[in-house]
């Protein structure tokens, strides 16, 4: 049996007035998904281990079955992996934005969401004037870049700077958890600052500025760690000859990379409401032909809850239904080698909230032939009379994957 896990991402949500005091899954016409948990088996998955943030990154670490707490090296690691950066031992990657500060203020957490292009301008000038045998920047996309530094210590304090807008962004510098870590702090405290007086006469800057748009003048590095140890997917799984990753997401496609798999470039996949579904389910048909696991990985329902856009946000649900689930069931129902189906978000990214919360996400199984249970249709209340009960950890993985027993 093959097995395809569709994914979501932030698609669950809480009941919503406007909504009769329904989910979006709830109200959103979603007659695949329905069927499909009809048809299979149902439940809900703790995604988000005891001690951890409701991160992308550690939701699907999570729904892939990878044990967190031995794994978790931070978004910088999975980053690099996913722009190619293979990191030594001793080295240590974090995220590394390219943020807008004013005055005193930081501004926001991604320059106005700067284009790539541009962005790779600024991070080449830094790689000039800050690299060195010890630091090197590399561009990555939009807001979101790297910063690698040889024998960084981890033992850090960072702040996340999508949690601080309008924060005094001074208070909010690195500060090391141990004495030994001090040295580290330090340095990048000092390539924050220098980044801030090499950027804010920068032409791009003041072409930004004359155009209403805020100028891209701070780095600020976060989520700092080592290459993770991760055991890929088909040690822990050997039905699992070969697997495939689909996602726009750079988090994503970093954790296919230690996972194991293929990750597959679909054009038109942007990761946000205008992705181009029928190009990665076309690409994920592909990779099953071939591949015994695929991981299809969509993010534009995240996104609508970021906004807080119930609208936009039911919208992306049922576009996942029609456009994804619908046409990937019809293609592979009758396949000679059965394909096992399953449909869950990683975490819920309620629109009232506008952020990620982590709460059991309810997720559905099929594949021919597989006893069901009572539940009728897929969202999170039904899903908690599913017959799989609340999983957590390896638990949903090693369901799914021994599904054809
Ligand atoms: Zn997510």
């Known amino acids: 049996m ?9 698609m669950a949500d809480w009941p919503v007035k406007s909504l009769g005091d329904k989910t979006l899954l709830q109200y959103a016409k979603t007659p695949y998904m329905d069927m499909l948990a009809r048809m299979g088996r149902n439940g809900r998955l703790q995604t988000v281990a005891e001690g951890f943030h409701p991160g992308s990154e550690v939701a699907n670490l999570s729904v892939l079955g990878y044990n967190l707490p031995k794994v978790y090296e931070g978004r910088g690691a999975l980053e690099a992996a996913s722009i190619g950066i293979d990191l030594k031992p001793g080295e240590m990657a974090m995220r590394c934005n390219l943020i807008c500060v004013e005055g005193e203020i930081l501004k926001n957490h991604s320059s106005g969401h700067i284009t790539t292009e541009e962005a790779d301008v600024l991070i080449q000038y830094l790689q000039e004037k800050l690299g060195s045998d010890r630091v090197t920047f590399h561009t990555g996309v939009s807001y979101r870049h790297l910063l690698v530094i040889k024998g960084g210590n981890k033992q850090l304090d960072c ?66 760690g080592y290459r993770p140890k991760m055991e890929t997917l088909s040690d822990t799984f050997p039905q699992i000859k070969s697997g495939s990753v689909i996602s726009a997401v750079d988090l994503i496609r970093g954790i296919g990379y230690y996972a194991g798999l293929h990750r597959l470039d679909v054009e038109g996949a942007t990761g946000l409401y205008d992705t181009n579904y029928e190009n990665k389910v076309a690409a994920a048909l592909e990779a099953l032909k071939t591949d015994d696991f695929v991981y299809l990985h969509i993010e534009a329902s995240d996104e609508a809850g970021h906004e807080g856009d119930v609208a936009l946000k039911l919208k992306t649900i049922e576009n996942l239904d029609s456009r994804a689930v619908g046409p990937i069931y019809e293609a592979v129902k009758d396949w000679k080698e059965p394909v096992a189906i399953a449909v869950l978000p990683d975490h819920p990214t309620p629109c009232e909230l506008r952020t990620h919360t982590s709460d059991p996400i309810p997720f559905l199984i099929w594949y021919p032939g597989i006893t069901s249970d009572s539940v009728q249709t897929y969202d999170e209340v039904a899903a908690c009379e599913g017959d799989y009960g609340v999983l957590k950890g390896d638990e949903f993985m090693k369901e799914f994957m021994h599904s054809n027993q």
């Open 159 to 224: 702040t996340p700077p999508h949690d601080v807008p309008l924060h005094p962004f001074r208070p909010l510098l690195v500060k090391p958890l141990t004495p030994e870590a001090k040295e580290t702090a330090d340095l990048i405290n000092e390539l924050i600052l220098k980044s801030q007086d090499l950027l804010k006469d920068h032409p791009l800057n003041l072409k930004r500025i004359a155009e209403g748009k805020d100028p891209a003048n701070s780095i600020w590095p976060w989520s700092p």
């Open 2 to 10: 093959k097995h395809i896990i569709i994914l979501g991402d932030g």
